[in-house]
C-alpha cells in the first residue's frame, strides 16, 4: 500500500481507526489487508501503523455474525514518527466566488497554514453570504483532502464564516496583518522583519486578512486600523484574491519555515 498518510476520525493510544469513505477506499480500491502498513494521524501526532481489521459496510467480517453500517480500518500504532507542525498562520478570508475561494483553501492547506477563517465582508455579493454557513462542511473536507494530499500531520481549521467585524474584534495572540491593495508605504516584506526582529527566537503566530474581489470598504480599512492591524502591500499590482492569498503565505511560510 503507498506511502500515503491517513488522517484517523478516531484513536486512542494503541490504535486508530478510518471509518466511512476513507476506510471505504482503503479496503476496496487499495485491498488493505490485516498486516498491511502505513502512516497513520492521529490527534496531530503521526504513526507507523499495521491494518489490524478490515470491514467493509454491509458484509460481516470474519467472526462477526451481522454486517457494520461503516466500513472500518482499524490501525495498530506502532511508533512515532516525526511530525512536521502546521505554520501558526490564519488566512482571515473574505467570502467571495466560492469556486475561486476554495481553491484558495487547498492551496493554504497546501503551504501549511494552520487555520482559514471566512468572513463575510462588506463587498461579499449578498448570496454568497447567505450560502457561507452552509458551505463551510465543504470547505473543511477540502481541507481535509489538500491536507492528505500534502501528507500533513493535521487539518486545518475552518472557522465558520462570521462577520468582518465580528472577526476584527475577536481577540487573538497573532500578529495580525491585512493584505491592502492601496497600501503604497508598508510592504508585507518590511512588516516580516519588523515581527521577526520582535519575536526573537520565538516562532510568532500570524494572521493574514485577504478582501474579496471588490476590495475592502474604508470602513473595514478603518476598522483594521483601529484595531491594530498591519496594512501591507504586496506592490503595485492589483492581484486576484486566491493570488493575493497564496502569495502571502508563500512569503510568510519562507520566512517560518
Ligand atoms: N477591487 C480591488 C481593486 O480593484 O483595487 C481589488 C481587490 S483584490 C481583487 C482582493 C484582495 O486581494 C484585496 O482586498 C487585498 O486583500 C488583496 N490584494 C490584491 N492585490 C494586492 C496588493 N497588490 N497588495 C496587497 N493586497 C492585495
Do not use: C
Not at 44 to 69: C, D, K
Not at 192 to 218: F, K, N, T
Amino acid at each position: 500500500m503507498t506511502r500515503r498518510r491517513w488522517i484517523a476520525e478516531n484513536w486512542d493510544e494503541a490504535s486508530a481507526t478510518l471509518v466511512g469513505a476513507q476506510a471505504e477506499h482503503l479496503a476496496r480500491v487499495l485491498r488493505a489487508q490485516p498486516g498491511m502498513t502505513a502512516d497513520v494521524v492521529a490527534g496531530g501526532r503521526v504513526f507507523r501503523a499495521e491494518v489490524a481489521s478490515v470491514s467493509l459496510a454491509g458484509e460481516a467480517s470474519p467472526g462477526e455474525t451481522s454486517a457494520g453500517e461503516t466500513s472500518e480500518v482499524r490501525f495498530t500504532l506502532l511508533a512515532e514518527l516525526e511530525a512536521d507542525p502546521a505554520l501558526p498562520i490564519t488566512l482571515a478570508l473574505a467570502v467571495y466566488k466560492f469556486d475561486r475561494m476554495e481553491w484558495a483553501i487547498e492551496k493554504a492547506t497546501e503551504l501549511g497554514a494552520a487555520a482559514i477563517a471566512p468572513m463575510i465582508a462588506r463587498r461579499t455579493e449578498k448570496h454568497l453570504a447567505q450560502a457561507a454557513p452552509k458551505r463551510a462542511e465543504r470547505w473543511r473536507r477540502i481541507a481535509m483532502e489538500a491536507a492528505k494530499q500534502a501528507r500533513r500531520t493535521d487539518v486545518p481549521v475552518v472557522h465558520d464564516p462570521v462577520p468582518l467585524a465580528e472577526h476584527v474584534h475577536a481577540g487573538s495572540e497573532a500578529t495580525r496583518i491585512v493584505l491592502a491593495e492601496q497600501e503604497r508605504t508598508t510592504t508585507l516584506h518590511h512588516a516580516l522583519e519588523e515581527v521577526l526582529a520582535s519575536a526573537g527566537d520565538r516562532m510568532p503566530a500570524l494572521e493574514l486578512a485577504i478582501g474579496p474581489e471588490g476590495g475592502w470598504a474604508p470602513s473595514e480599512e478603518a476598522l483594521f486600523d483601529a484595531n491594530g492591524w498591519r496594512a501591507v502591500s504586496l506592490g503595485p499590482r492589483i492581484l486576484r484574491a486566491e493570488t493575493a492569498a497564496i502569495a502571502a503565505l508563500a512569503v510568510v511560510a519562507s520566512y517560518l519555515e
